[in-house]
């Protein structure tokens, strides 16, 4: 009795939800994974962050001034970059899923970044690959001078390594972080409630360096600095990363989802006028423990949503893969295939989100950015109002709304995740209201003091954007947040690096999105002579009119939010307590009916 009990107790010194070191053995409880191994992996972030938004938040300003691009051209090439940036991922989650796992496909993929980001520095630093200039005695936009082609190349090429980077590390440092909680353990359980919440935190802290300090350097000092600045920043992120490396939990390769995804449809498509049996004990599974033992994760039980793909577990006769699927792989891809009109209900707020780095930038350079007699805010400086409003209302909703919903509720998140996704959604709306009307202020300004050319500063206070930079960062604490954790917690256990990837493509087709609207618009009201709502003077454009249409778009939305929403199912808790138990008593079983 003394030696179960012992054996007992060193079991419970283990990790039970199968994670393990990069060697592939099981990892102590006591050593590894929590907030210990997770203040390595925010750290990184902090730092990551600091150097994409480094780059990102003033890029349309570079674009305008250094490469003389217009209004839409500049706008849709930020746009455009940004998209590919959160696109990436799902190449990147396919390769740690399938084949090389979170930690060694983001650490190769910080390869890629890095050189990304060293050949981006070159480009605007070295002579022979920096845009040729006309000196201080002639304003940027106003220099004759272009840069070649190849010079042009060169930047675009660094800003796509960049990209092809980030398709590795984004997808996989923060499943990796969720991945240092055991779902079998309660109190690691509730501590990974917290973890999307200061994940978002450390994200934007981060932010705010890059939006204030490395901006200002940018504007006042130059590009060269202003990149190196972030190029460093990202090296100290990866040492961060790999101080943390011993305490870190990993999971175990389980195979692409891709093809267990496809495996079903086929399945499914070739057994398509095969009758589904009745009972789901009929349909083809393996035991618990072999799941436990051999795969190292727990069965799904069968539900009844999207019965269809119930046909792929339906036993005819052939055992092959293509023709017949387990019921927990057909869950599975039901899991992921049911949260498809969720993902396309984000693209249009992610649409929105892209014209805090464009439109809204450009609009603030036309403003008055003085702060005292010797200080000029450079307009990109706005976003660390995003920034700063994000953080305050993050702080404010984990520490107090939280437990106050939670009291009447009786939901561990206060309110569902679902739920704080249709708040950030209304915020949206809000935010290009609030944006309209700032920008009729500033047009009727500058009529009213006949300040109509390109270049003109109108006599107005850049912080009169501020509330919308404000109610951005708002929304992000709700829409963001929600949608980061949704993806991951409703994705099945061997399918959270694509989960997440469904968050980051949202915001990349959304702002793929951006860039085809502002094309589309400012093409179709130029038409028939038409003076255009997007010119590059804005002055004499009518941006209240295309964020007024956005609003609209973000309205009807909302509205499709709300039927997608009511058809939802969220996926069953499993009972992982239950399921061990019953292993141990199928294990038992075999013990003494082997022994008889």
Request: a positive charge.
């Amino acid at each position: 009795m003394e030696k179960v009990v012992q054996e007992k107790g060193l079991s419970n010194e283990f990790t039970e939800d199968g994670s393990v070191d990069l060697k592939g053995r099981p990892v102590l409880r006591s050593e590894t994974g929590r907030w210990k191994a997770c203040s390595f992996i925010v750290g990184y972030e902090v730092f990551e962050r600091m150097a994409y938004y480094g780059i990102t938040t003033n890029l349309v300003v570079y674009l305008a001034e250094k490469l003389h691009e217009g209004t839409v051209k500049s706008s849709n090439n930020v746009t455009n970059w940004v998209g590919t940036v959160w696109m990436t991922p799902i190449l990147g989650a396919y390769i740690a899923d399938a084949h090389l796992g979170r930690y060694w496909t983001f650490l190769l993929a910080s390869i890629i970044y890095l050189t990304g980001m060293i050949l981006l520095t070159l480009s605007v630093s070295l002579p022979s690959l920096r845009p040729p200039s006309c000196g201080g005695a002639i304003k940027e936009e106003d220099c004759p001078k272009r840069a070649t082609t190849f010079q042009i190349a060169i930047f675009y090429c660094a800003l796509y390594i960049i990209a092809a980077g980030t398709g590795g590390t984004k997808p996989n440092i923060s499943t990796m972080g969720a991945d240092q909680f055991d779902e079998f353990d309660p109190k690691e359980r509730k501590q990974k409630l917290s973890f999307f919440n200061w994940w978002m935190f450390s994200i934007f802290f981060g932010t705010l360096f890059s939006n204030t300090f490395l901006v200002y350097i940018q504007d006042t000092v130059g590009f060269s600095l202003g990149y190196a600045l972030p190029t460093v920043g990202f090296m100290v992120s990866v040492a961060v990363f790999l101080v943390g490396t011993r305490f870190y939990r990993h999971k175990v390769v389980v195979g692409s989802p891709f093809v267990v995804i496809a495996r079903v449809v086929v399945a499914t498509l070739r057994k398509w006028n095969v009758t589904t049996p009745n009972d789901p004990k009929e349909l083809y599974e393996f035991g618990l423990e072999y799941y436990y033992s051999k795969l190292k994760k727990f069965k799904i039980d069968h539900t009844n949503s999207l019965r269809f793909l119930d046909k792929a577990a339906v036993n005819t006769g052939s055992t092959s893969p293509w023709t017949l699927c387990t019921v927990t792989q057909v869950e599975e891809t039901k899991q992921m295939i049911k949260m498809l009109p969720i993902l396309l209900v984000s693209f249009i707020p992610s649409a929105v989100i892209a014209q805090g780095g464009t439109l809204f930038v450009k609009q603030g350079s036309t403003l008055d950015r003085n702060m005292g007699p010797n200080f000029e805010i450079p307009p990109a400086c706005l976003s660390a109002f995003v920034t700063i409003f994000m953080l305050i209302s993050l702080f404010i909703y984990d520490r107090y709304f939280v437990p106050f919903a939670r009291s009447y509720t009786n939901n561990p998140r206060g309110i569902t995740m679902l739920q704080r996704f249709g708040i950030g959604l209304v915020l949206h709306v809000i935010v290009m209201i609030t944006a309209s009307l700032a920008e009729r202020k500033r047009l009727s300004v500058a009529k009213e003091h006949n300040l109509l050319q390109k270049g003109d500063q109108l006599p107005l206070s850049i912080f009169i954007l501020l509330p919308q930079f404000a109610l951005v960062g708002i929304a992000d604490t709700f829409l963001e947040v929600a949608k980061l954790e949704f993806f991951y917690d409703q994705a099945p256990d061997g399918m959270k690096s694509l989960g997440t990837s469904y968050s980051s493509s949202s915001l990349g087709i959304g702002h793929f999105l951006s860039s085809f609207l502002l094309t589309t618009v400012s093409e179709t009201t130029a038409k028939n002579g038409r003076r255009g709502w997007i010119l590059d003077n804005l002055q004499i454009s009518h941006l209240d009119y295309y964020y007024t249409f956005l609003a609209a778009l973000s309205l009807l939305n909302l509205f499709a939010f709300l039927i997608v929403t009511k058809f939802f199912v969220y996926n069953a808790e499993v009972d992982y307590t239950g399921d061990l138990q019953k292993i141990a008593v199928e294990a038992s079983g075999k013990k003494d009916g082997f022994e008889t």
